[in-house]
């Protein structure tokens, strides 16, 4: 019997995929009693590892009386490049257990392969030391494998101590560790490296530009431009990193420039270029390019299959310029066409829910995703708990928080802004204190929302906490943390700070200055009040509806009627702002202070709005200030009519009618309460110093 032949007959109908061939084959090796040879056996495995039919080597492996260093080996390659690295892992250490055979070079280079895509550096370093002791340390394939071990598994220092011992280095050793740096993010390392390189390949070329893309740096193209003064070729992988960096940069005319190379190119038929370059237009907000684009591509190519990379550009496109209607009709008609939404598309899909407010339509994606497997994708997850947060179900959020093994800064922002919206302080602070002790990197909104919580609790011990981690942190002249700090120390009582704070900033825009206005009303100092409303105005900026609240309320407090009056008449004639009902509140209130019923009374009656409760309540205590029996029992149908079932409206109409000495009056109010039996205690708290 000529083993050889038979062993060709095996490789050739592995290569060829003829598995009936093979299965013949087989079956005679065993009539004849050959097939559990060393041998054979070794070529039959390989045979079934060529036809993707790991179970079958496995049992093939399994009923061997006598395994070599080859059975081994191919077995735990064969799971290593079958994704299943966990399993090669769990062979490798059998053999090692068993101890009949020693493990050669191939065998180390499978393991630290699998070690490398499961992130067992513990595993790869003691087979590090085991190279090391087999003097395989001259063996280039292996060290470069070793050394990608170190980089997959983030261990850039172990990597570079490797790198330094590989006498001949090659191409793929140079791009394995510049690859490992910029992937790290050390790019300073990584392009040293690269200028020390004999000659750089478009690898090399494409790794650089691809981490200065990732970083958002603009290098990325500057080394575009130099790799094509090079006269390498930018191929699939430049063009998108490429295009990434002007999208992020809004380069939209850069970016037609390379729109015009890649047709040069012939590169526009390569979905992932076309989806880069569809992102890029989205971004640019240059969206018909982009759905031209799209819509060219996809009337030759039909099947979103086999494109859904470019269906996810296109609907991010459509989500970043708040076309909302258009890209829920995209999520659909990728649903319609049967393909299995990614992590992208979930993503997309919830913004839409988020945007629009839909938390039913969000209820449906979610369902998907669960089915999908896609609920603990740490992406998908924290744009979930996003979703559930901002529709104030915290509790669901929460759930989804803690299912999630991988929580990224979303998943913390989401929950954190989301409890702050909710006024739940104090699962806001303990959120915030978890994400500072895990060293996570939390923006200037999470900082904003977590001040606006201690704003809201008047609690100015956690406030300057915020406070200081907010310059640690170099948030402290972004324009939301200082209006957010204004705001804070206006409302715990310490306005110097917060004038401080404004005064010091270079710049202020009209949110900043609104903030700073309606804290000096809230803490008595109305003439500040009111002279920076007018440097406001001086200076260009156009007040809002709530500069205008934070002023008038200011001249309330301080009884300014004559300065109300004219900031009030000049909303509409010089700012163009139409007085709302806050603002009328505002005046009424003033006015009955001041004594001045008759105006309040028109004024009550020219406005475009109701009277509320609020508003007659205002002049029904002006009304016990300076006696005004007449015009308290008219005050009083109203707001017996409006607020009846308000428990609050009886206990101020009794406040007034004991002041003015109403005695019938009272009794009756009382006995109305007391039949409604809806007063509540009231409820204060305050800080104190330990």
Request: a negative charge.
């Amino acid at each position: 019997m000529d083993l050889n032949r038979i062993v060709i007959a095996l490789r050739r109908c592995g290569r060829v995929q003829a598995l009936n061939h093979g299965r013949t084959l087989h079956s005679n090796l065993i009539k004849l009693g050959v097939s559990n040879k060393v041998f054979l056996a070794n070529n039959l495995i390989a045979m079934y590892v060529e036809f993707r039919h790991l179970k079958d080597a496995h049992k093939l492996f399994d009923e061997m009386l006598e395994r070599n260093v080859v059975a081994w080996t191919t077995m735990v390659s064969a799971y290593t490049n079958s994704g299943r690295p966990h399993e090669a892992l769990t062979l490798y250490n059998q053999m090692l257990e068993i101890g009949s055979e020693v493990p050669n070079g191939f065998m180390y280079s499978a393991a630290l392969k699998a070690c490398g895509l499961v992130g067992d550096l513990e595993l790869g370093k003691l087979i590090h030391k085991r190279i090391s002791r087999g003097g395989f340390v001259f063996d280039s394939v292996l060290m470069n494998t070793l050394l990608d071990m170190y980089v997959k598994c983030g261990n850039l220092s172990d990597a570079r101590n490797v790198f330094d011992e590989i006498l001949c280095k090659n191409e793929t050793t140079w791009n394995t560790i510049i690859s490992g740096y910029c992937k790290g993010g050390l790019m300073e390392e990584a392009v040293h490296l690269f200028h020390q390189m004999p000659e750089p390949n478009v690898v090399s070329w494409n790794s650089i530009i691809s981490g200065f893309a990732d970083s958002g740096s603009l290098r990325a193209l500057e080394f575009v431009v130099m790799m094509h003064r090079e006269g390498l070729k930018l191929d699939e992988f430049t063009f998108p990193c490429a295009l990434k960096s002007c999208a992020c940069h809004g380069f939209s005319v850069i970016g037609k420039q390379i729109h015009c190379y890649v047709v040069k190119s012939g590169c526009e038929s390569n979905c992932y270029t076309v989806s880069s370059l569809v992102d890029m237009y989205s971004n640019c907000n240059v969206l018909n390019e982009a759905i031209k684009l799209f819509d060219l591509f996809s009337m030759f190519n039909a099947s979103v299959c086999n494109s859904l990379a470019l269906w996810n550009s296109m609907l991010s496109g459509y989500v970043f310029n708040e076309c909302y209607g258009v890209a829920l009709n995209l999520v659909a008609k990728i649903h319609r066409s049967g393909v299995y939404f990614d992590s992208y598309t979930f993503s997309s899909a919830l913004k839409v829910c988020i945007h629009l407010h839909n938390l039913r339509l969000g209820h449906q994606v979610h369902g998907l995703v669960v089915i999908s497997g896609y609920e603990l994708d740490n992406v998908v997850g924290s744009i979930l708990i996003d979703l559930y947060a901002k529709h104030g179900n915290i509790k669901d959020a929460l759930g989804l928080f803690h299912r999630l093994q991988k929580k990224d800064i979303m998943a913390w922002s989401g929950l954190i802004i989301g409890c702050a919206r909710m006024g739940l302080s104090s699962l806001v602070f303990s959120l915030f204190k978890d994400t500072v002790n895990m060293d996570l990197k939390v923006d200037q909104f999470v900082l904003s929302n977590v001040l606006k919580v201690c704003s809201s609790i008047a609690s100015i011990q956690s406030g300057k906490q915020a406070h200081a981690f907010c310059v640690k942190s170099g948030f402290d002249t972004e324009d939301v943390t200082v209006t957010a700090l204004i705001d804070m120390y206006s409302k715990c009582g310490e306005i110097e700070d917060g004038l401080a704070l404004f005064n010091c900033m270079p710049k202020k825009d009209a949110v900043c200055w609104t903030g700073i206005i309606v804290g000096c009303g809230h803490n008595g100092r109305a003439t500040e009040a009111i002279k920076l409303f007018n440097e406001m105005v001086e200076m260009g900026l156009k007040p809002n509806e709530i500069t205008f609240t934070g002023v008038l309320s200011a001249c309330r407090h301080a009884g300014l009627v004559e300065e109300a009056r004219t900031i009030f008449m000049s909303m509409k004639t010089e700012h163009g702002v139409e007085p709302q009902l806050e603002h009328y509140c505002c005046i009424v209130d003033l006015l009955g202070q001041a004594g001045c019923f008759e105006e309040a009374e028109k004024l009550i009656a020219d406005m475009p709005f109701e009277p509320n409760k609020t508003i007659w309540c205002s002049l029904l205590r002006a009304c016990g200030t300076h006696n005004n029996m007449e015009l308290v029992n008219i005050i009083a149908e109203h707001l017996l009519a409006s607020s009846s079932e308000d428990p609050s409206v009886y206990v101020t109409l009794a406040n007034v009618y004991a002041t003015l000495g109403m005695w019938d009056n009272l009794s009756k109010v009382r006995e109305a309460v007391m039949e409604m039996d809806m007063k509540e205690a009231g409820k204060s708290w305050i800080e104190i110093s330990s």
